[in-house]
T-cell receptor
């Protein structure tokens, strides 16, 4: 099974709302990732978790708050977002330091 | 972060034609990956390469890990309409993946 699941598929939120994106994998991967992607552009790395600890934060604004409750789950908490944060948010996972990276289907986020 | 040079940026081809695209980097990678992405969906892994010089096939797709470890190539033979999409290469270094700028493929029936 090489599946990464993400919920919700679509999310519309106002600038004062608080929402969360969820990601799950059962491949035993210990590295999990959040990416942001704009149309027709490559994914941009936001965060990397390694063994449930945040190992890379690509200078992401604090209105994005990641959380890794256990080795299978990854959340992204959203608060006070801006319209320019509207994008496809992708979760991915991989083994540590080697092998492939698998993506989830993404959450299409629209900030009004 | 580092972005890899991927070419061509876009391709318009007739159904049945072969397609070639490549990716180059200023850095060495120990893994090269190729993905296909449909609009509004996540990238789907097509091929993974682990050794310099390695040539790997997946159906009509063939990819190569360059000898210098700084480049990779993807070929699609006998294209069909469902090959339409954006193709991304990615190089792995540690726990970071660096993506190419993408190749948008249009197949004309």
């Amino acid at each position: 099974d090489t599946e990464v699941t993400q919920t919700p598929k679509h999310l519309v939120m106002g600038m004062t709302n608080k929402k969360s994106l969820k990601c799950e994998q059962h491949m035993g991967h210990r590295a999990m990732y959040w990416y942001k992607q704009k149309a027709k552009k490559p994914p941009e790395l936001m965060f990397v978790y390694s063994y449930e600890k945040l190992s890379i934060n690509e200078s992401v604004p604090s209105r994005f708050s990641p959380e890794c409750p256990n080795s299978s789950l990854l959340n992204l908490h959203l608060h006070a977002l801006q319209p320019e944060d509207s994008a496809l948010y992708l979760c991915a996972s991989s083994q540590e330091f080697r092998g492939e990276q698998f993506f989830g289907p993404g959450t299409r986020l629209t900030v009004l | 972060g580092q972005q890899l040079n991927q070419s061509p940026q876009s391709m318009f081809i007739q159904e049945g034609e072969d397609v070639s695209m490549n990716c180059t980097s200023s850095s060495i990678f120990n893994t090269w990956l190729w993905y296909k992405q449909d609009p509004g969906e996540g990238p789907v892994l097509l091929i993974a390469l682990y050794k310099a010089g390695e040539l790997t096939s997946n159906g009509r797709l063939t990819a190569q890990f360059g000898i210098t470890r700084k480049d990779s190539f993807l070929n699609i033979s006998a294209s069909i309409p469902s090959d339409v999409g954006i193709y991304f290469c990615a190089g792995r270094s540690g726990n970071q993946f660096y993506f190419g700028t993408g190749t948008s493929l249009t197949v004309i029936p």
